[in-house]
């Protein structure tokens, strides 16, 4: 009986091209555990007002991020895995590791195929997203279940919640940013910024706003030797409703007015590069931080293939899936 591992990132667009943007965002903002507007309301806006209009709006940020290979999430989602397999067959761990898209491809069923195919009947579910959210995690978990509810024969499936605190995963992002000031100097403040989330939802129960906090007071230990003031924001906003703060761009541009003109911007909440992180933050609020007088602007890349992040994630992975015997019992 076969061990699989699915990591599971977001998703991306097949092509930066506003028609392969728009099936991606139909199929993502779809999904009622991202945007909690009652379908009879939403829905009409979806169709009638953010399809026809923002795929178009995108495609020239995506085109900016696009790598020779693909899209960044993909490629390094791809190399994450490629290196997690690696690891396991140099320790002589019997597992077959995919990687799949919430949204997009390679999806989560063309995974589960591709392991049953290779005798798989034991699946370790691996969202990569460090903090627990119910609009990427949850999802990730409600989409699996769906998959096999019409099966006859399922696999044993385990679930990985979140990976916060996983010590590799803090060593690595601190050892980066260490890594990054050695070669380019110090800025006068480290802006760790995190994706967004309604308040309401963490008023409802969602632990995503305290994961982050958790996160981010163990980096600030790591990095406290540094010298280097730590700032907490969280990015990406969507639609009218309140979100958790303060917003990263709102403290870009608030910087330079308390004399604080050197900043340095790491993503904790992002595993790999993205629109997210690569336009949004490297592009847009850059330009931002300057218009209002800051003078350097710095991002530090996401983990992505990172040798010893690679081995993190192995190591996440081997004490999940230990108790699963390798050959059933005679």
């Avoid at 999806?107 to 691996?126: K, N, P, T, Y």
Wanted: aromatic fraction near 8%; charged fraction near 20%; charge should be neutral.
């Amino acid at each position: 009986m076969n061990t699989g591992v699915v990591l599971i990132n977001l998703g991306t667009p097949a092509s930066p091209d506003a028609g392969a943007i728009g099936a991606y965002l139909k199929e993502f903002l779809s999904d009622p555990r991202v945007v909690e507007i009652p379908a009879a309301i939403w829905k009409p806006v979806l169709n009638l007002a953010v399809l026809p209009l923002r795929p178009a709006k995108l495609a020239p940020k995506y085109r900016e991020i696009w790598m020779e290979e693909g899209s960044p999430l993909l490629v390094y989602g791809k190399r994450l895995a490629q290196g997690v397999q690696a690891q396991l067959d140099r320790e002589q761990i019997a597992a077959t590791v995919v990687l799949a898209m919430r949204y997009g491809q390679p999806s989560m069923q063309q995974a589960f195929d591709q392991l049953r195919q290779a005798g798989c009947e034991r699946i370790l579910i691996v969202p990569l997203y460090p903090q627990f959210a119910a609009s990427t995690t949850a999802t990730i978990f409600e989409k699996t279940l769906a998959l096999y509810r019409d099966k006859r024969d399922l696999p044993e499936l385990r679930f990985i919640k979140r990976f916060h605190q996983l010590p590799g995963y803090l060593d690595t992002l601190a050892q980066n940013v260490r890594d990054y000031w050695r070669e380019h100097g110090k800025p006068q403040q480290l802006l760790l910024s995190f994706h967004g989330l309604p308040k309401q939802s963490v008023e409802q129960g969602d632990p995503y706003l305290r994961d982050c906090m958790a996160t981010a007071e163990a980096l600030q230990a790591r990095l406290a030797a540094e010298g280097v003031p730590i700032d907490i924001a969280f990015q990406s906003r969507f639609g009218r409703a309140e979100w958790i703060g303060p917003s990263t761009l709102s403290l870009l541009q608030a910087y330079p007015g308390d004399n604080i003109r050197h900043v340095d911007v790491l993503c904790p909440g992002f595993v790999a590069d993205c629109l997210e992180t690569l336009e949004e933050i490297r592009i847009e609020c850059a330009r931002a931080f300057a218009q209002a007088g800051g003078e350097q602007f710095r991002y530090i890349p996401c983990l992505n293939d990172h040798p010893t992040w690679v081995a993190a994630m192995a190591g996440l992975i081997r004490q999940h899936i230990a108790g699963w015997p390798q050959m059933d019992a005679g």
